[in-house]
Structures are given as structure tokens and as C-alpha cells.
């Protein structure tokens, strides 16, 4: 097969979404095609040098006039800038928006270059974001529109349909983990957390009110008061400051530990005993099948695309998102059982492995491109 030129649109902050793009983008080019980036800034997780892999970044023009900056414009621009300097066959665009409306209208302009654009959903962008009143016609175009839509679980698919009225076909192409770099080997010393025996438990995200944060300071204040832990907060965002106030008012500062970003999670996440998820949407949370490859069992919520990843039970347990009483029996009933806890570890790492392992995904997005450039 021909090897393509395909450029990736997405959001280079600390999420999903971007994490996803990255980390297909780097696949792709390990595989030969030529990739090309386009956002703001270098996604997080793009770090090192390969041949095959290039960045764009969005040049932003400010003008008095322009009380707003005019960022999707500029987007456009640089999308077909860098599409017609690199020949490119596919465009593929991470969250609908505004990258599906960009990527219309940077199609359109196009028209002799033939590019072909796919847009992933990712969650928000259909259950929050594209809710709103002033978003949701251009969502829906961008999904009616695009020449192929994916979404990262089963159960945004069947949102988005019924959300958005379309019936169109959607592809569903989960989430995926490399098992090589999300290895159960502890590759940081635990002291860096705690100072003797202590279990760790975990929370990484982008501390959106989405996150559900009250519910892991709850949580774990239940779990502190049995088991000898302590909480390690990873990531920044808005409810930062709410989630510190809450562990002050409860007394557990001193056993809570707010890490801010961490741009390579790998190194850390397997210090974790126990990694903790209560959201209130996921359409698949991604750092719950992260903390699976690297043998961390898993307490989440029951919530949107999760029931696709965990395994109840065997891999880790499931409740409703503000439950943190059963959450925390449950996660006490982990942490002080070797035996349960090593079953959850070993299932956790098997199914990451088998269900959702790099290769296997981005071969799928690469017969997706195949088939849509025919
Ligand atoms: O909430 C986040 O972590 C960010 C958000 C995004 O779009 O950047 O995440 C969404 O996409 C991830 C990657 O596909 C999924 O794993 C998350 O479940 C999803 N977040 C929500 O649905 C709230």
C-alpha cells in the first residue's frame, strides 16, 4: 500500500483527545506515512525527533479591531497551507470542534487538492460542548459533512445518533494503550509519594467539573481512615483550588499530594495501588485503561463508554459517580487483600493488552484512510 500524507488536527492541552491524536500520529509514523500536526502549540505528548513527523503551528494575527481572536480562521488557513505544500490525502480532525467546520471550509478551498476528511468524536465535544445552543448546528454539519466519522466508544456513537439526529455511519474505533510504554514496572521510587508503607492511590485528569473531583477527595477521606495512604493528584485545571479547600475542611492535607501536569504518566502511574475515576461523562476514559496496562486496578463510575473498558469485577468496579461510600468500601476491600488486588492487576494488564493495544487500532484507522481515499 501507498504510503500517505496525512494531517492531524487537535487540541495540544492536557486531555484526551490530544493525547489520542498524538500518540495515532506517532503510530502512523513509525509505520512510514507522513505526518503532519496542525495546532496552537506542540501537543503534549509530541516530544523527541522522528523523519516522519512534522508541526505546524496556528499563526495568530491580532488586529484592534478583532475583540476576539479570530483562532478557527487562522486554523483554516494553516490547514490549507500546509495541505497544499505537503500533498496531503487525509485530514484528520480530533474533536468536532471547531476542527470539523475548519476542515469543511478548508476543504472546500481545496477543491483541486482532494483531501479527504475524518473526524474522531471524542465526548464533550458531542455531550457537552456541542449541546450548546450556539454549537450544535455546526456540530451536526461537521459530522454530516466530514467524509468519515469515528467515535471512540459505542456508546458516543448511539449518543451522537440520537443527539444529533443523523444516520450516517459512524465508525466506532476505541481508545488504545501502547502495553510497552504502560508497563507495570515501577520506574520511579515510591518514596517520591510517601515515606513508609503507604498505599497510593491516584487521580489523573484535566480537573474539569466533569471529573467529579469531590467524590475522590471523598473517597479517599474514607479510605485514609482504614488504610495506611495516600492521594496523588495529577494534572491542573479549574477545580483545583475547590478540590484543596475540600481537603483542608476534611482535615487530609497532609496525606494529599497536588503533582500538577506530568507530561509522561507512564513513569508514574505504576507507583499506584489503586487509580481512581468517579466522572460524571466519559465517553471512554482513557486514563483508566492507561492505569489497566500498567497493572493498576481500577474505582470508577459507571458512566458513558467506561463499561467498555473496565470489566466489573475483574478488572476493576463500577458505581454511580457520587457513590464515594461504595467506592471507598470497595477500594479499602482492594488495598487490604494482596490476593484480589494482584487478580485485578494481572486481568487489568491482559485486557489492555488484548482488547485495546496500539497496533491494533491504528491499523484500523490506517484501513479507514485506505478506504476513504480510494
Ligand atoms: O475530559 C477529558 O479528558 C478531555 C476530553 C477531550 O476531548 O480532550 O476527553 C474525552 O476524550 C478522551 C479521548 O478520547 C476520552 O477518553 C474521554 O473519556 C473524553 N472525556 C469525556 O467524555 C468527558
Do not use: W
Amino acid at each position: 500500500m501507498n504510503k500517505l500524507n496525512i494531517g492531524i488536527v487537535c487540541y495540544p492541552s492536557y486531555g484526551g483527545s490530544g493525547v489520542v491524536a498524538t500518540e495515532l500520529g506517532l503510530g502512523l509514523a513509525k509505520k512510514g506515512h507522513s505526518v503532519h500536526f496542525i495546532s496552537y502549540e506542540t501537543p503534549f505528548r509530541l516530544y523527541g525527533f522522528d523523519e516522519n513527523i512534522q508541526f505546524h503551528e496556528v499563526d495568530m494575527q491580532s488586529y484592534p479591531l478583532f475583540k476576539y481572536p479570530l483562532y478557527s480562521l487562522s486554523l483554516t488557513s494553516k490547514i490549507v497551507e500546509v495541505c497544499e505544500a505537503n500533498e496531503i490525502d487525509i485530514l484528520h480532525v480530533h474533536y468536532a470542534i471547531p476542527h470539523s467546520i475548519c476542515a469543511f471550509l478548508a476543504q472546500q478551498m481545496l477543491r483541486k487538492h482532494h483531501v479527504k476528511v475524518v473526524t474522531t468524536l471524542h465526548g464533550t465535544d458531542i455531550t457537552l460542548v456541542g449541546q450548546e445552543q450556539s454549537y450544535y448546528r455546526l456540530v451536526q454539519f461537521g459530522i454530516e459533512e466530514s467524509d468519515e466519522v469515528t467515535s471512540v466508544s459505542k456508546h458516543l456513537r448511539d449518543v451522537t445518533i440520537r443527539e444529533f439526529k443523523t444516520d450516517r455511519e459512524i465508525h466506532v474505533i476505541p481508545n488504545f494503550v501502547d502495553p510497552d510504554k504502560f508497563t507495570p514496572e515501577v520506574k520511579q521510587p515510591k518514596c517520591l509519594f510517601v515515606k513508609g508503607k503507604e498505599k497510593v492511590v491516584m487521580h489523573i485528569s484535566n480537573f474539569r467539573p466533569v471529573k467529579n473531583i469531590e467524590t475522590v477527595i471523598q473517597t479517599f477521606y474514607h479510605i485514609q481512615k482504614k488504610v495506611e495512604s495516600c492521594l496523588v493528584l495529577i494534572g491542573d485545571g479549574p477545580e483545583i483550588p475547590a478540590a484543596r479547600q475540600l481537603a483542608v475542611k476534611l482535615g487530609i492535607m497532609d496525606k494529599v499530594s497536588f503533582r500538577g501536569r506530568i507530561e509522561q504518566v507512564e513513569c508514574i502511574l505504576p507507583c499506584a495501588d489503586l487509580f481512581l475515576l468517579p466522572s460524571e461523562l466519559e465517553s471512554f476514559g482513557l486514563s483508566l485503561l492507561e492505569a489497566m496496562s500498567c497493572g493498576v486496578p481500577t474505582i470508577s463510575s459507571n458512566v458513558g463508554g467506561i463499561p467498555g473498558v473496565v470489566v466489573e469485577g475483574e478488572t476493576g468496579y463500577m458505581f454511580e459517580p457520587h457513590d464515594f461510600k461504595g467506592m471507598s468500601e470497595k477500594a479499602i476491600e482492594v488495598l487490604e487483600n494482596p490476593e484480589l488486588h494482584s487478580t485485578l492487576s494481572k486481568n487489568g494488564r491482559r485486557r489492555a493488552e488484548n482488547v485495546f493495544h496500539i497496533d491494533n487500532i491504528v491499523s484500523q484507522y490506517e484501513q479507514l484512510y485506505y478506504a476513504t481515499v480510494l
